[in-house]
C-alpha cells in the first residue's frame, strides 16, 4: 500500500447538495453561550455523509475544550482514517465549556456529535483520546452530557462502545472501570480488523459481551472486564490476571511500521474560530532516538521511524492547496534527529515563500544548522529561541540522560546573539530524582550565565533596546509508566514549592537577575497528575467522587478546586502518598505491567539503576541499549548506522 | 487590481464573528488559488478589505470584501473558484472589477439595508404593525446607547432613511457608515421604547440585505449597492 492508495476519494467530503443541517443548540441557547462557533461543525473539510449510505457511527472525542481539541493531530489522523472507510462515518465531539454544560445540564439537552449534530448515545462506538491525566473528570463530563452511564459494567446493549486511546491508555487503570476497551498504541493498524469484529458480532446478535470477548484477542486491545487485579495488604498489586482462558495476559501496543505509507490527512480540517494550533502539522517522524529517563513518550513510541521526504513533500504541498492555512509546522519528539531535514527545510523554504507561507519549527535543537534555518523562515526580532536543559546541573542532566551539555547551550546561545536574537527561554524540571540544592541553584546560574553571554557577545551599540530576556520556567517533576523513573518517589506538594522558592531566590541572587524573568507551574496539579498517572483501579471510585463533588476541567487552573480532590481521596479511603511519595520495590507488581509497551522492564530496571550512578545511555543511532523494541523489526532498529560511531 | 466581491452569509455560520469570516476569506483565497496580492515587509499578508461588520447572529444577503489580486482570468471565475472552495453558509454571489479611483469597501459603506422579524411569542404588546408610519414620521427618535462610562442620549432620526412593513417583516435601510452606524435592534428598542414596551429577549432574526455606498453628495444621497461602482463582466 503506497500513501497515494488511502488518499481521500474526491467528493466523499462536504458535497454540495448535503442537507442543510438542523443544530443540536437552539437560536436561544447559541447567543447566549461564549463562542458559538465551538458548536456548529461545518468547518471547512469536516466530512459530511449520508446516514443511509452509512452503518457505522463513530464519535471522537477529545475531552477538552474544542480550541484545544482542534489542535491534536491524532484526532485528524483516525478522523480521516474512518471516513476512508466504507459505510464508516466518523464524526468529532468535545467537552462543552464550562457555560454550555450548565445550560445542557438545565435544559437535559444531549451532547451532540459536530457533524450530524446528532446524540452521541445513538453512535456505535464513542472513541475518546487520552492525552494528559487532568482531563479525566471531562471523560465523565462527556458520558455524562451524552446519557451514557459512567460505568462500563451499567451499560447494556443500547450504548455505545466506549474506547480510549492515545497515551495516557498505557496505564489505563484509573479509568478502567469507564471504559469497555483500551486501543494500546497507534491507530491506523487494527481499527479495521475491530469494526469488521464489530459488524460480524452486530450481524449474528452475538451481544456486547461476545463481541468485547472477541475484540480483547485483537493485538493491542485490552478489555478491562476480563481481567482481575488482587492486591496485598499493604495495597500494592499482588495478581493481574485474566478471568477466562483465551484472553492474552499481556496486550502488546501496536505501531505503525509503514509510516510512509500509511493513514495520513490530505484535506485537514480548518476551523472557523482561531485554536490553539492554527496551522498546518506535518509528522515527519514517531519516536525519539534520545532516551531521557523522564519522558513516557521517548519510551513508548519506540522505535524512531522517518516518514520518506517524499511522503513529506506532496503532503505539504496537497495539505496547504486543501487547507488555505498561512503556515506549516514539522511536528516530532526531536525533529533536529529527522536525518533528511536539510533537504526537507530547503523544499518547503522554496515552495513555500512563494505561497508566502510560513515555517514553525519547533523541538530544534539549538546549534549552527537549525539558526541559519530560523533566520530564513523566522522573523528573528519576534521569536524566541528554546533550550530546554530540563536540569541545572552537568551532574543531574545524566542523571536524567539529557545530552545536552553547558558547553551546548552556552555556544547555542552565543550563536543565537550573534545573529540578533534577544530573547531565550529555558525549561527545566524540579523535583527530578537525586536533586540536590546545589543542581536547583544550577537553573540560575546557567540562566545568568546566557544573559552573561549577551553580554560578551553582544557590543553595546548593537543591542537591541539594550537588553536581552531570559524566561525560565520550571515544571514540576511528574513520573511516569513505562520511563526508567517509574520507580521513583514524587515529591509533595510542599517540596514542590519550596523548590521553586529555592529557584526563585537564586535567580533573585544572580548579577544578571534583571534579566531573568522565572515562571513556576502549579503544585496541586502535579501531584494529582502523578496519582493519576501511576494510580491502579480503586482510583476510578475517587474520580466518580470528585466528579459528583462537580469537578470539571481540572487542566485549566481557573477550575481546578484541589479541596474537591483532598476531600474525595479521605471519603474513599485512599492515600494520595501511596501513589506519589512510597518507595516502590523494583519487584513490586505496577497497574501497567500487563502492558507490553515494546521496551522491556528489565531495561527500564537498567537504565533506573545506571540514573543513579549518574551515567548516561547513547541514544539509539549511536549505540542500541537493548531495549527490547527491535524485535518490532522496523525504523531506527533496521537502519544501517552503527558503523557512524 | 482591485475585485469587490458579494456573498452571503446564512444558517449556522451566523454564529461566526466578523474576524473569523476574514480569516476564513484569507485561507479560502488560497484555496481557490486566486492569485491574490500581498503587502510587502518581513510579515506580508494580502491586500482585502470588508466592507461593514456583521454581528455574531445576523445573517446577510449583502457583505462585501475587496480584495486585490495580481491576475485574473475572469470576475465570473472568481465566484466559481471560490464557491468551490467555500462551505454552507457562505455563498458568493458576484464579482466586479473595481475602476482605480473607487474607495476601499469599508470607507465606501454608507448605508445597509436590513429585514427584521420578530421571533414567534416575543413580538410587541402593541399594535406595532399600525404605529410604524407614524413612529418613522416622528422629528426626533431618541435612544439610549450603553456607552465605556455609562450611557448617552443619541438621536438617531438622521440615520434612519427607511423604515416601512414588507410582509411579515419591517425593512429599514440605516446608516452604516464608520462614523455614525445604527444598528437594527437599536432603532427597534426606539420603536418600543416609544410605546412603552421593551425587547424581550433575543427577540429579533435579522437580515442584511444589502450594503450601500454613496455616489451622489452628502446634501443629495445617491444610494447604490456597494457593487454597482464596478465593472462585470471584465476579463483580463
Not at chain 1, 480548518?270 to 513516557?296: N, S
Not at chain 1, 548593537?462 to 513520573?479: D, E, L, M
Not at chain 1, 494520595?576 to 513490586?588: H, N, P, Q, V
Amino acid at each position: 500500500m503506497t500513501a497515494q492508495d488511502k488518499s481521500c476519494p474526491e467528493g466523499m467530503q462536504g458535497s454540495p447538495d448535503a442537507y442543510q443541517r438542523k443544530l443540536a443548540l437552539s437560536d436561544d441557547i447559541l447567543m447566549k453561550i461564549e463562542k458559538p462557533a465551538r458548536y456548529i461543525g461545518g468547518e471547512v473539510n469536516a466530512v459530511m455523509k449520508k446516514k443511509s449510505e452509512v452503518d457505522m457511527r463513530i464519535a471522537m472525542c477529545f475531552p477538552d475544550v474544542y480550541e484545544i481539541g482542534m489542535s491534536h493531530l491524532g484526532i485528524q489522523i483516525l478522523y480521516d482514517m474512518f471516513n476512508r472507510l466504507d459505510g464508516v462515518w466518523c464524526e468529532r465531539v468535545y467537552s462543552p465549556w464550562v457555560d454550555l454544560d450548565a445550560v445542557m445540564r438545565k435544559e437535559k439537552i444531549p451532547l451532540f456529535t459536530l457533524e450530524s449534530q446528532e446524540p452521541v448515545k445513538n453512535f456505535d462506538w464513542l472513541g475518546i483520546t487520552l492525552q494528559y491525566e487532568m482531563c479525566y473528570t471531562n471523560i465523565l463530563q462527556i458520558l455524562d452530557l451524552s446519557g451514557i452511564p459512567l460505568l462500563a459494567k451499567d451499560r447494556g446493549e443500547a450504548f455505545p462502545i466506549v474506547i480510549g486511546g492515545g497515551p495516557c491508555a498505557y496505564n489505563p487503570e484509573p479509568i478502567a472501570d469507564f471504559f469497555d476497551l483500551f486501543y494500546i498504541g497507534e491507530g491506523e493498524t487494527q481499527y479495521e480488523a475491530l469494526i469488521s469484529l464489530y459488524r460480524k458480532c452486530r450481524r449474528d446478535k452475538l451481544g456486547k459481551k461476545e463481541f468485547l470477548r472477541r475484540a480483547a484477542c485483537i493485538s493491542g486491545i485490552y478489555v478491562p472486564a476480563f481481567y482481575e487485579v488482587s492486591y496485598h495488604e499493604d495495597g500494592t498489586i499482588a495478581s493481574f490476571s485474566p478471568t477466562e482462558e483465551k484472553i492474552p495476559a499481556v496486550v502488546v501496543k501496536e505501531i505503525e511500521k509503514e509510516v510512509s505509507a500509511t493513514y495520513y490527512p490530505k484535506k485537514p480540517l480548518v476551523p472557523f474560530m482561531r485554536i490553539t494550533q492554527d496551522r498546518v502539522v506535518l509528522e515527519i517522524m514517531r519516536g525519539c532516538i534520545r532516551g531521557c529517563r523522564f519522558c513516557q513518550a521517548g519510551q513508548i513510541y519506540r522505535p524512531v521511524r522517518e516518514r520518506s521526504l517524499e511522503m513529506l513533500k506532496e503532503y505539504a504541498v496537497a495539505m496547504l492547496q486543501n487547507t488555505g492555512q498561512e503556515e506549516i509546522s514539522l511536528s516530532s519528539l526531536s525533529s533536529s534527529d529527522y536525518q533528511k531535514l536539510p533537504e526537507l527545510i530547503d523544499f518547503l523554504i522554496a515552495d513555500c515563500s512563494k505561497n508566502h507561507v510560513n515555517i514553525s519549527l519547533p523541538s530544534l535543537r539549538i546549534d549552527a544548522f537549525s539558526l541559519d534555518v530560523m533566520r530564513k523562515v523566522q522573523d528573528i526580532k519576534k521569536t524566541s529561541l528554546t533550550f530546554a536543559p530540563e536540569a541545572g546541573s552537568q551532574r543531574l542532566r545524566n542523571v536524567i540522560n539529557k545530552g545536552l551539555t553547558e558547553e551546548d547551550i552556552l555556544q547555542g546561545a552565543a550563536l543565537a546573539f550573534e545573529g540578533g536574537w534577544t530573547r531565550v527561554k529555558l525549561y527545566f524540571m524540579l523535583g527530578l530524582p537525586t536533586e540536590t540544592e546545589e543542581d536547583i541553584r544550577g537553573i540560575a546560574k546557567l540562566s545568568n550565565q546566557i544573559a552573561a553571554v549577551f553580554f560578551e557577545t553582544v557590543p553595546k551599540d548593537k543591542r537591541i533596546n539594550g537588553k536581552v530576556q531570559i524566561v525560565t520556567s520550571t515544571s514540576f517533576f511528574v513520573p511516569k509508566p513505562f520511563t526508567p523513573f517509574q520507580w521513583a518517589t514524587q515529591c509533595t506538594k510542599e517540596e514542590y514549592i519550596e523548590k521553586a522558592y529555592l529557584t526563585r531566590n537564586a535567580i533573585k541572587e544572580q548579577l544578571n537577575q534583571k534579566s531573568i524573568k522565572y515562571n513556576w507551574h502549579e503544585a496541586d496539579t502535579s501531584v494529582l497528575e502523578g496519582v493519576l498517572a501511576r494510580g491502579d483501579r480503586r482510583i476510578a471510585k475517587v474520580l466518580l467522587k470528585v466528579y459528583e463533588k462537580g469537578a470539571i476541567y481540572d487542566a485549566w487552573s481557573e477550575y481546578f478546586d484541589n479541596e474537591k480532590w483532598l476531600s474525595a481521596f479521605s471519603e474513599c479511603g485512599l492515600d494520595i502518598a501511596f501513589y506519589t511519595t512510597r518507595e516502590r520495590g523494583l519487584d513490586e507488581i505496577f497497574p501497567w505491567d500487563f502492558i507490553d509497551c515494546g521496551v522491556s522492564k528489565e531495561f527500564l530496571k537498567r537504565e533506573w539503576q545506571k540514573a543513579q550512578k549518574e551515567e548516561i545511555s547513547d541514544n539509539c543511532r549511536k549505540a542500541c541499549q537493548g531495549c527490547g523494541i527491535s524485535r518490532f523489526d522496523c525504523g531506527v532498529c533496521v537502519e544501517e548506522h552503527f558503523d557512524e560511531g | 487590481m482591485k475585485i469587490r466581491i458579494k456573498f452571503r452569509k446564512y444558517g449556522s455560520l451566523k454564529y461566526i464573528g466578523h474576524l473569523d469570516v476574514q480569516r476564513f476569506f484569507q485561507k479560502a483565497v488560497r484555496r481557490a488559488g486566486i492569485d491574490v496580492a500581498y503587502t510587502t515587509g518581513f510579515s506580508p499578508h494580502q491586500i482585502m478589505s470588508f466592507a461593514a461588520p456583521l454581528g455574531v447572529g445576523l445573517e446577510s444577503n449583502g457583505e462585501y470584501m475587496d480584495v486585490e489580486v495580481n491576475s485574473f482570468t475572469s470576475c465570473e471565475d472568481i465566484v466559481n473558484r471560490l464557491n468551490q472552495a467555500s462551505v454552507e453558509g457562505i455563498e458568493i454571489l458576484s464579482a466586479v472589477v473595481l475602476p482605480k479611483e473607487a474607495g476601499n469597501a469599508m470607507a465606501s459603506v454608507a448605508a445597509a439595508g436590513y429585514s427584521v422579524r420578530f421571533r414567534e411569542g416575543r413580538e410587541p404588546a402593541f399594535d406595532w404593525r399600525g404605529q410604524m408610519a407614524a413612529f418613522f414620521a416622528r422629528e426626533s427618535i431618541p435612544f439610549t446607547k450603553e456607552t465605556k462610562r455609562g450611557t448617552a442620549e443619541i438621536n438617531l432620526k438622521s440615520g434612519i432613511f427607511a423604515f416601512e412593513l414588507q410582509g411579515d417583516s419591517i425593512y429599514m435601510l440605516l446608516n452604516a457608515s464608520s462614523a455614525g452606524n445604527i444598528k437594527p435592534q437599536m432603532v427597534i428598542e426606539a420603536f418600543l421604547a416609544a410605546y412603552h414596551d421593551t425587547l424581550k429577549e433575543n427577540a429579533l432574526m435579522i437580515t442584511r440585505e444589502e450594503t450601500y455606498t454613496n455616489i451622489g453628495t452628502q446634501e443629495a444621497p445617491e444610494l447604490v449597492p456597494l457593487a454597482a461602482v464596478g465593472l462585470e463582466n471584465v476579463y483580463a
